[in-house]
Structures are given as C-alpha cells and as structure tokens.
C-alpha cells in the first residue's frame, strides 16, 4: 500500500508545501509553521505544569527559532553557536538552559557572562569548571536511563551518570557554592515504550529522598524529550505519552510537582517538514538481478543522516504512475557506499518510477537540514523553505 501523505498533514498544508517546493531546485526542506505551532500548543495543552525549553538542535532555522520565541517557549541549547544565534533574536538569556553535559570550561565561561544561569552536568569535572566558571548558578545532574533498545534514535551511554553519582554531584555543587536543582534525563529519541519514563522517574524520586534527608531541597525535573513523531511504525498519541507520564509523576511526587521542564525537538518540529528530492537513476546491478535500485539527489549526507541502520523510517511517497507498486533499495547521491538509506525496510513507490520523477520524504523536519554535511562531493546543504498554512 502506498503512503497517504493526508495521514501526516493536512490538504492545505500539504498543497502549500508541494506548490512551495516545485519553485525549487531539488532536494530541499520545506517547513509549515504552522504545524509547529499547533504541536507547541498541543504541548502546553497536556503538560500544564511543564515548562517547554524547545531542543534547538533539532530544527535551528531562524524562522522556527522566532515562531517559538513568539509563542514563549524556552531553549535547551548545546553550543555557544546556538547560543549565540538564539540570543541575536532577542531571547533573553533566563529563557535559556545549557544542556550539553559535554562542555568547555571556556564555554561555561562565555554562557555565564551571556547570563545564562542554568546548566546541564553529569561529571565531576564538568561540575567543578560550573563551579569556578557560573558561580552561583542553578545545576541539574543528568541520569543514566533505560530504554535504549526501544528508542528508534537512542542517547543513552554518553550522556548522564549513575544515580548514586547524581547524588554525590548535587551535594558537591552545594559545597562549590552552586544551587543544585535537580536531575534531568533523556529516554532516547522517538521512544516507543512509554513506561521508560516511569522508571527514570522513580530514579529522580530516589534521588530527592536522598538529598532531602541530607538537608538539600531539590526543585526541578528536566524530563528531556523522546517525544515521538510521526513516521512509518506505530507509536501512541502524545495524549497517551502526556496521561500516562503525568500520573508516574504524580505518583512519585503528589499534587506538588516540582518544576518540571520538557526539552522536545523531534515531536516538536518533525512533522512540519517535507523533503522534495528527484529521482537521479533506477538501475539493476545485473540483468536477472531481483531488486531495482533508486538512487535520489538526497541521502545520509545532505539530509537523512537518521536513516543510519534504517533507524527512523520516514514515509515516501510518489505521486501515482499507475496502480504498480514495487519496493526499491533506495540510495542517495555520493560517492559514499554508506549512503544508502534503505536496503531491508521498502517504501512501495510506483513500479514505473523513472528519473526526473519526484519523490518526497515525509515528515522531515527535525534532524534533517540540520545534520546535513557542508559539501561533501561537493553537494551544498540542505536548502530549507517555509510556508505557513495558516495564512493563506
Ligand atoms: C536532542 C536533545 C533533546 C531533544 O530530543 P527529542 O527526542 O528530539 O525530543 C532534548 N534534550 C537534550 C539534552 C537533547 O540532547
């Protein structure tokens, strides 16, 4: 069967985005603000309580980041390039948490006197450079999570710490005259099991209780993203996400939440975006061969880098040549033999899909321009356009 691009936007958004990318050269991205905007309020429609710090990696185009800045959403960021960009459009820096654990002591330093006052650890050593560099600033200690196995983009292992070692990392940053706020955690990008999140709650519990009877009060909750969008393969509503991580917390910390903070970037801004590419050349590798190659003008390297192992399935679609559909081995453009997008997961494209034909990637609009390679061949970044369906 083949995608029903009406099951991931709307007619009005989607004709705006196909008229939209036909005044371009293929490939290209382009973003509807206004799906962003209906995401963002769907957020704060479910999560009362939580404060949005939007994770600029995801989609760090200006548009975006002053369409959310309008809407009065915060920003995680990672580097002082997106620091810099996010404060160049007026952001003050209290809407601003530093989230990287992995960090300079010169960056801590060019942060702090930018203003910001929140900051993202999971290491003694980071912990001592905050401690020297952003006195007095607000720190929360990055755990360990689960989940790795049901996450479709998994952020374990690098990031965060033990939860005994949080422990320890939080009265340390007391004794370094900082105020330890708490404990942040990332389940893994697009996770599918929703009750991970129970379990890295029922960490930060452990770990208030613990720093609660030595005389600490910590006051936040980072919950990070993993906030799924929509691609091929099931995942639950974000109602069910928001019901069922709402109760975990409110089993573990009653009615009196702490501040809680949620850091989205691919639920946010992923089914925004539509990549238009070409279809460069179907070819067979030998005459009796069984599968037809489709090589595009878009691959792993100016663009789909999440295809990585076929780790994030996005829907394709062609417009119909025929009722004959065929699954292809789908490649992109460089002289690169890791730039082949799907070799085992098939799309059914049309059967007669020849060069020049269009094909589109469906929601593209996180991880997407942003990861895109500089000129690798010589191929030049992703160029990104936008519409806005909500003003016609
Ligand atoms: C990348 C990242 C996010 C965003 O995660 P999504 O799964 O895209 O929502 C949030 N917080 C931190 C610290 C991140 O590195």
Known sequence: MRVNVLEYYSEDSWKMMKNEAARHETPCLVVDLNRIREKYSELGEFFPFAKIYYAVKANPAIEVLELLRDLGANFDIASRYELDRVLSLGITPDRISYGNTIKKRADIRYFYEKGVRLFATDSEPDLRNIGKEAPGARVFCRVLTEGSETADWPLSRKFGCHPDMAIDLLML?????????????????????????????????????????????????????????????????????????????????????????????????????????????????????????????????????????????????????????????????????????????????????????????????AYTSSYASVEFNGFPPLPVYFVDSAKK
């Open 173 to 365: 940053a007391k004794e370094l005259g900082l105020k330890p706020a708490g404990v942040s955690f990332h389940v893994g990008s697009q996770q599918r099991e929703i009750g991970t999140w129970d379990s890295a709650i029922a960490k930060v519990r452990y770990i208030f209780d613990y720093l609660l009877a030595e005389g600490i009060k910590p006051d936040l909750i980072n919950m990070g993203g993993g906030f799924p969008a929509s691609y091929i393969g099931k995942t639950n509503a974000m109602e069910v996400y928001a019901d069922e991580i709402t109760r975990y917390l409110k089993e573990d910390f009653g009615d009196e939440l702490p501040e809680i903070i949620l850091e989205p970037g691919r639920s946010l801004v992923g089914e925004s975006g539509v990549i238009a590419s070409e279809v460069v050349l179907v070819s067979q590798k030998s005459t009796t061969g069984l599968d037809r190659w489709l090589y595009l003008d878009v691959g792993k390297f100016n663009g789909l880098i999440e295809t990585w192992d076929e780790s994030i399935k996005y829907p394709l679609y062609c417009e119909a040549r025929g009722e004959a559909c065929e699954d292809f081995i789908i490649a992109g453009p460089t002289c690169d033999s890791q730039d082949v997008m799907y070799e085992y997961f098939r799309n059914p494209l049309p059967a007669y899909i020849k060069a020049g034909d269009k094909v589109y990637w469906l929601s593209c609009g």
